[in-house]
């Protein structure tokens, strides 16, 4: 379609003037699959596991299709192998790219209490095989917020693939984070705000992918 070539050098066919012929360059929302294909619409005959969410220097990263409500903990503890940013340091929490290890943390972490939104991620699979089929986590405050940029191009790319979209309205979602032993950075995608809140409490989770 012109819009899948927007941007790009492109041909008009001949015998149907509304396609195109470009060369389609990785760019968020667009469909992933687990053979390391890309496009733009759907493809029969593939199997999708992520929409294209954030593309920088040496960096990428696929949000999931599915999306669920959990907690970050069932308790209020402060989890030791995770670095603090309270309610003062914003900053240090949008500076966080670190969700793999965060989620490992909490995953074995011996705690008094459970971590059910980074337990949900770690065993997330969009795949039997190929691409997508392991390594997802949940995403670090700063890669949360990195995507905002991208919210409608990610939102209509999950449309596309048949999908629920993103959260809309006072929907936050809920990074690894942490702020406190009682809190951490929510972060609203579509508004790009954030707000400082109790970390007990179920929320909107989306796993995310580097590949």
Excluded at 71 to 98: I, K, M, P, Q, R
Aim: hydrophobic share 30%; with cysteine.
């Amino acid at each position: 379609s012109a819009e899948a070539c927007n941007g790009l050098e492109s041909l008009v066919c001949p015998s149907d003037n509304s396609k195109y012929f470009c060369v389609l360059k990785e760019k968020p929302g667009l469909i992933y699959y687990s053979d390391g294909s890309f496009s733009y619409d759907l493809e029969d005959g593939k199997t999708p596991v992520g929409i294209i969410a954030y593309i920088k220097d040496d960096t990428k990263l696929l949000i999931s299709l599915e999306e669920n409500n959990l907690e970050f903990s069932t308790g209020y503890e402060d989890v030791s192998c995770l670095e603090n940013h309270g309610a003062n340091d914003l900053a240090g929490a949008l500076a966080d790219f670190n969700g793999k290890e965060n989620t490992l943390c909490m995953v074995n972490y011996e705690g008094k209490f459970e971590y059910p939104a980074a337990k949900w991620c770690n065993s997330f699979s969009a795949s039997d095989s190929g691409i997508g089929s392991s390594g997802w986590y949940l995403p670090a405050a700063g890669e949360l917020y990195a995507i905002i940029d991208n919210y409608d191009a990610i939102t209509n790319g999950l449309l596309r693939a048949n999908k629920k979209q993103l959260c809309k309205g006072y929907c936050n979602y809920r990074p690894s984070t942490e702020g406190d032993f009682g809190s951490l950075w929510h972060i609203n995608l579509e508004r790009g705000t954030t707000k400082y809140y109790y970390k007990v409490g179920a929320g909107s989770i989306r796993c995310v992918l580097a590949y």
